[in-house]
């Protein structure tokens, strides 16, 4: 579908806004409680990634389910489709999805609804498509079954670039000494940071990066996954910086929403192959959050994510956020250890 000028200038982003925030806290609600019962089952010791598979469908089916009935934008670019979970092999995995989605949407629920929900999330965005949502139903899916950090990231991109973000880090400290945070951002209006649990008084604050001028008092945050971004290279490049203080290593975008709140001035996601290319729904939410608390987010060659190029972020190499007054400064660290071809 082409949507033309005026629609463009239809788009009504308070109410955008709060359909992200409502998909957002559904899809929370399931990730949670399947966390919580993956830990007491000890299924961390028997390293079984069934149960982030359904927790990820059931994610991904809430939160289109969501915005068909709150956003006026229908297209939504997921991580995941139901195309596995269709055949008979998948029938156990499809009806503890099917359960989970029941529990929030309620037992009337048909399992082929709760499908047809998750394929909403199939859209393949080309030149045509020109404003999508794009979602990680459940990013960093081994903090996830760590026990540890992960996040629901649901970006919306418009012409290429990204205009709205709503991140959910359940294990992250929400405002007031609330259990999960979730981080907000509309292009050209600020970040935002509120509770993830939807229910008492909605305290929404603003956040902001930290004002620090100098990489000798910063802190960096990077992947706690050695294969997704090289931790030899980070270390000479903290050491180039003059950087004392240990990596904090956390799992999914919690690293841009620790940069966007002041508590690490960097975040380094630096390849660990010429091939990767970094996925629109990995960065689209963090990225705008971290951009609308005063920071910058770059490439590892210093460019400007590109999100006009379908699913992959095709034009760029890894990842460099920080609070804005030392980008070209660790910029310049990365070009030296770095390989920017
Ligand atoms: P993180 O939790 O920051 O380590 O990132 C999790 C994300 O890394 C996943 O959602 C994957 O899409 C992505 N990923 C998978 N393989 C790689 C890789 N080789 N390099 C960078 N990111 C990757
Ligand atoms: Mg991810």
Not at 111 to 124: H, S, Y
Request: hydrophobic share 40%; charged share 25%.
């Amino acid at each position: 579908m082409v949507a033309t000028e005026d629609d463009v200038s239809k788009i009504d982003f308070a109410a955008e806004l709060e359909a992200a925030v409502a998909a957002v806290r559904d899809a929370a609600t399931v990730c949670r409680s399947v966390q919580s019962n993956l830990v007491s089952a000890a299924t961390l010791e028997k390293k079984d990634r069934s149960p982030v598979t359904v927790a990820d469908y059931a994610s991904q089916a809430l939160v289109c389910s969501s915005l068909a009935t709150r956003s006026k934008i229908a297209a939504v670019v997921g991580e995941e489709d139901a195309v596995e979970l269709r055949e008979g092999s998948a029938e156990d995995t499809r009806n503890k999805v099917v359960e989970h989605v029941r529990h929030v949407r309620g037992s009337e629920v048909s399992p082929d609804q709760a499908l047809d929900w998750i394929d909403l999330g199939g859209v393949d965005p080309d030149a045509s498509t020109e404003r999508y949502w794009t979602l990680d139903p459940i990013d960093g899916t081994k903090g996830f079954l760590r026990g540890e950090q992960y996040a629901i990231a649901l970006g919306l991109i418009e012409h290429g670039r990204v205009v709205l973000g709503a991140l959910g880090c359940p294990n992250l400290p929400g405002p007031g000494g609330s259990a999960g945070c979730l981080l907000t951002a509309v292009r050209g209006q600020g970040a935002q940071i509120r509770p993830l649990d939807a229910s008492g008084a909605e305290i929404v604050s603003s956040i902001r990066v930290s004002d620090i001028q100098s990489t000798a008092a910063a802190r960096f945050c990077e992947s706690v996954e050695s294969g997704h971004s090289d931790q030899g290279q980070s270390a000479s490049i903290a050491a180039a910086l003059e950087i004392t203080e240990a990596p904090v290593r956390v799992d999914s975008q919690a690293k841009y929403a620790i940069v966007a709140q002041g508590e690490a001035q960097i975040y380094l996601r630096l390849p660990t192959s010429k091939t990767y290319r970094e996925k629109i729904w990995d960065h689209a939410a963090g990225m705008i959050i971290v951009e609308e608390a005063g920071g910058r987010v770059t490439d590892v060659r210093g460019n400007d994510l590109d999100f006009g190029h379908g699913r992959m972020l095709d034009n760029n190499a890894g990842i460099i956020a920080t609070n804005g007054p030392i980008h070209d400064t660790v910029l310049e660290a990365v070009s030296r250890f770095v390989d920017q071809d």
